[in-house]
Nanobody, 127 residues
Framework: QVQLVESGGGLVQAGGSLRLSCAAS????????MGWFRQAPGKEREFVAR????????YYADSGKGRFTISRENAKDTVYLQMNSLKPEDSAVYYC????????????????????WGQGTQVTVSS
């Protein structure tokens, strides 16, 4: 089992930045991919970014390309999502997810592929 705990959300003005953290514990050595998803009120959960636990290969949804950076710090079993130039439409609950399964980049965009989820952290961007 793996436990995920997100932190770092909050209220920020448009154009500002936030860094989300996702601390993993438990059988972290088994992980293959970690991802960030978000869900705004009345909308479906959507993919934001993913990183391979080993090797660090990354992939982003178009909405975050050039603005968001996903990274990992293996020594702390932590994954980060640095979000710059935030827009009101980035407002959502952000979730960290992980899976030990070997999945492709396309599969990693599907939240059904993930086995472990954090509780979520709220990000609100004011205009």
């Amino acid at each position: 089992q793996v436990q995920l705990v997100e932190s770092g959300g909050g209220l920020v003005q448009a154009g500002g930045s936030l860094r989300l953290s996702c601390a993993a514990s438990g059988r972290t050595f088994s992980l293959y991919t970690m991802g960030w998803f978000r869900q705004a009120p009345g909308k479906e959960r959507e993919f934001v970014a993913r990183i391979k636990w080993s090797g660090g290969s990354t992939y982003y949804a178009d909405s975050g390309k050039g603005r968001f950076t996903i990274s990992r710090e293996n020594a702390k079993d932590t994954v980060y999502l640095q979000m710059n130039s935030l827009k009101p439409e980035d407002s959502a609950v952000y979730y960290c997810a992980a899976t030990p399964r070997v999945i492709s980049t396309v599969q990693a965009m599907d939240d059904r592929r993930y086995d472990y989820w954090g509780q979520g952290t709220q990000v609100t961007v004011s205009s």
